[in-house]
């Protein structure tokens, strides 16, 4: 089998259960939208909804029971499995495509020649890998179902629930009978206002998972009244549910069947009596503890850029002091005495140049020497 591993699943949804998913999700999204989004996108090619019925049942016997994914079966095993020909079965493919209900991960292709001989070594004599498919909820679909109704937890039995007949006559007691007449309406209780507050600032959370704007905020409140009373947060909330699935390892569908009941049971994991101690209060601390710091290492550099400030003035209100001045007096006659000794020195060594030149030439200072012994005129020419 191709390893596909986790990088192609990502932004995949699952299924809620495989049976629903193949006989209340297909038709309801079949029924929705194969007029609007199947039919104008492949024209000339029908698909009826049997035939798309029959073969997601048949996908459903190839995917992860609890996912939905891996379902890689060829179209031919599916055209065998359906009576269906190859070429329907492509098309209902497509359509579940269409219908956002299923998602090809991996297209179908030939092996390579080095997959071939791999596949060989271990005595697979296949030529090609097969689509890998996904099969999943959509929530469009989702709500769609629950706001018709078909996932009654009571569903019907057959026609005869709705026609019992008795053999005796069916009276009305009287309401002195049953003191109907002596009780009063009961008032309903209000919900729990930090409870209602909790939810309210939960459902307001981008944090939040999508299933808690499922219910309103009155119906969280009961369920989140206690955690509410020991200062939870809605942060207190996301990270429950993040720790329950990392630690129990159970998957989170996008649209459980009861939020409420399992928000429940995520605290009852937690602990009814251990709810003071909050699921967000480590990371709340030390996110607290670097505030700090990082407040600290900005007031220790504001405090030395301020005493940097007053020293920078301090010593430019210095620069026309009389220490100030008398410096800058001793630094000019420093530099004239200086300016004079390389003056002298200058001088007597452009002294002692001069001396050692003429010595070569053999002439005095007052320009007489041997050029006026051997004047042309004394040579008789």
Known sequence: MLDLGELPWAGVPCWSRAERWA??????????????HVRPVMPGN????NAVRAVAQARTRYADHATGRNCRPTNERLATDTGLSVRTVQRADTALRLLGVATEVLRGRQRTRAERFASWRVGDRGRGWASVWA????????RLVHKLGLLSPHPRSGPVRDKNSYKEVVTTPSAADSGAEKRAAQRRTSPD???????????????????????????????????ARHHWTSRDLSQLVTDW???????????????????????????RDNLAER??????????????????????????????????????????G????????????????????????????????EAQVRAARGTTPTGEGRAALHSPCDSGY
């Open 23 to 36: 006989l209340v999700t297909v038709p309801v999204a079949y029924a929705a939208r194969y007029d609007t």
């Open 279 to 320: 699921p967000a209060a480590l990371d709340e601390a030390r996110e607290a503890a670097e505030l700090a710091a990082a407040r600290a290492r900005v007031a220790a550099q504001t405090a030395e850029r301020a005493a940097q400030e007053r020293a920078r003035a301090a010593a430019q209100r210095c620069l026309g």
């Open 193 to 227: 206002t930090e409870g209602s507050a909790l939810a309210r600032a939960w459902r307001a959370d981008p944090q939040a998972p999508p299933w808690a704007h499922r219910h309103s905020c009155a119906a969280w409140a009961a369920t989140l009244a206690a955690p």
């Open 322 to 353: 009389p220490g100030h001045q008398a410096a800058r007096r001793a630094a000019d006659e420093a530099a004239q005495r200086a300016a004079r000794r390389r003056t002298h020195t200058a001088a007597a060594e452009a002294a002692r140049i």
């Open 245 to 271: 699935a990392g630690v129990t390892g159970r998957r989170i569908p996008d649209a459980p069947y009861k939020p409420i009941g399992l928000l429940g049971a995520m605290l009852a994991w937690h602990g």
């Open 135 to 142: 099969l999943h909820d959509q929530a469009f679909i989702q």
């Open 46 to 49: 029908p698909v009826s909804l």
